[in-house]
Structure formats: C-alpha cells, structure tokens
C-alpha cells in the first residue's frame, strides 16, 4: 500500500482530531504546476512556493504544537508526586491506569513518526516534480525554526517512558502495525535511544554527550533538539549551574549544531534520566558523586561572590 493511502487511514482511523499534513491537497499545489504552460516548474514557482510552503509550515506547526502539549500532559501525570499528584487526582486527570499510559504514550510516539515520514516524502516530491532542492533547503530552513518535529525534547521523553513503563509490572495491549517497538541499545558501549516504524523508518536519538564524550548525565535537551549533560551544557553556556541555563545569553551556540538562542528552552529530560540511571547504575553511581562535589563547589563559589558584592569587597 502507497504511503499516502496508509496515512489517511491512520488520521481517519483518528477521527481528525489531530493535526497532519495535507497530502493530497499538497499533491494538488504541485499537479496544478504542471499544467501550467511551462513544461516543467523552475527552482522558485510562484504557484508552489506561495501555496505550498506557507500551508506545509503551518501544518508542522500545528503538528509539533499539538504534540508537545499532549506530550506534556502525559508526561505530568507520570512524574507527578506529592501535593501535585494529589492536585490531579482531584482533577481527574490520573485516572488511567499503567496499561492506558503505555497505549497513549506508544500512540503519540507513533503521531510524531508517522508525520515525520509524511513531511519527508511529500517534500522529496516536491523537489522531484520541480528538478530543485527547495524542498531539501525548506527542512533545512524549518528546523533552525525549531519546528521538526523530531527536535522535540518530548519525542526522547516519551520513548524514555514507553521503556519505562514497558520494564514495570504491567503488560501493554498488542503492539500497533505501525509500530516496532522502541529500544534502548548500546553499540560499543554508546547508548542510543532507537525506535521503528513501518516503511523501515528509524531513528536513534545519540546518548552521548558531545562535549564530555560520556553518556548524558542529567540530560537537557536544548531547542535545537541536541542534549547534553546538564553541566556540560552549562560549560557551553559560560554560565554556572547555581545561575542555570535560563541565564545564557541569547548568542550562546549549540556545542554541536552552532545554533544561537537554544538555551533558553532547554528542557530536563526526567524519564530518561530515569531510564539510563536504572541501566547504567554503576557509572550513574560515579557521575552522581563527581556532580554532587562540582555542585557543591560551585554554590560555594557563587556565595563567596555574593558575599564579596554585599560588603563591598
């Protein structure tokens, strides 16, 4: 079956509740340029590119947005504790049980893929109709906006919690045809986080920190969609872990990727620490006691400053 026909199936199969790509009416933008009177659509088609970018950004828009919020929401009910789990209990809100929040997490998984894989093909299409590498350029562009949906610090979270809660008491429902499961590997002791579809789609989201060269300790996910370890990412910021990432200036880059402003929104990334704190005990063990000195001398640091400042020294 055509990739296109598996989608629809998949958002009928959804009763449109959620955002997705316009496939067929992208593929009209592009059928409507090849009737014009020029054979073939030069690099920039006035007919394409002032339809069919602008639509398709939208719909990723929505699509990420979409899937953050519902992303975030699953994800509070899971961690909550204390007074706030019992906010939400009187919300009603932790109600489903383990099976249900494995069934929910899997699904939005497979949301995120499945789209991923749509916006994919309909732009190589784009770029094959038109003899171009706009669609190549207009990935390219959208993810500095941070709108790919595979940047999204809740695609690892939720992985991290499907793992989770899969390794925990109960058994989840019979797996989706979509769907093949989601791993945490380790390739010559690297983790990665590994998750398939359908079409053999994959993905292995890097668990090394690319400053360190260690796996992630206390992992943040930056807005770029590349994590570190917190006080790595820290360092790479030239700001203290007492100040936090929020500190960072806005032309603070990614260690990796270069990018300016992606401090800002980094994230902590709770079920995945989680996760890699139960598989690799022995080395979180001695991460956790090299952390609690360097904190520890930090805050130090940072009073004595404080304290300097207050008296005027």
Request: net charge positive; proline share 3%; with cysteine.
């Amino acid at each position: 079956m055509k990739f296109c026909k598996t989608y629809q199936r998949y958002i009928q199969g959804h009763g449109h509740k959620l955002p997705a790509v316009g496939f067929k009416k992208l593929k009209k933008t592009m059928k409507r340029c090849r009737r014009a009177s020029t054979p073939t659509c030069p690099d920039h088609c006035p007919v394409c590119d002032g339809t069919f970018f602008p639509s398709l950004l939208k719909e990723m828009s929505d699509i990420v947005g979409c899937f953050n919020q519902r992303a975030q929401k699953l994800l509070e009910v899971h961690l909550a504790s204390g007074f706030r789990k019992y906010f939400l209990m009187l919300k009603g809100k932790l109600h489903r049980n383990h099976t249900a929040l494995i069934q929910e997490g899997k699904d939005l998984v497979i949301y995120a893929l499945i789209n991923s894989i749509a916006i994919r093909k309909i732009l190589k299409k784009y770029d094959k109709i038109h003899y171009s590498k706009q669609g190549q350029l207009f990935k390219s562009k959208v993810q500095t906006m941070h709108k790919e949906i595979l940047q999204s610090p809740w695609l690892s979270e939720l992985i991290a919690l499907h793992i989770n809660l899969r390794e925990t008491k109960a058994k989840s429902r019979e797996a989706s045809a979509l769907f093949h499961g989601c791993y945490l590997t380790f390739k010559d002791g690297k983790p990665s986080l590994t998750c398939e579809l359908f079409d053999s789609f994959k993905i292995d989201i890097n668990l090394t920190c690319s400053i360190c060269l260690d796996t992630v300790f206390d992992p943040v996910s930056l807005a770029c969609g590349h994590i570190f370890c917190y006080t790595c990412a820290c360092l790479a910021a030239s700001v203290t872990i007492v100040d936090g990432l929020k500190a960072a200036k806005s032309k603070a880059k990614c260690a990796l990727c270069r990018q300016h402003g992606v401090y800002e929104d980094a994230m902590h990334l709770e079920e995945l620490n989680i996760l890699l704190g139960r598989r690799c005990k022995e080395y979180w063990e001695q991460r956790l006691r090299m952390e609690r000195k360097e904190r520890v001398k930090q805050v130090k640091e940072h009073w004595e400053t404080q304290c300097r400042v207050f008296v005027g020294i």
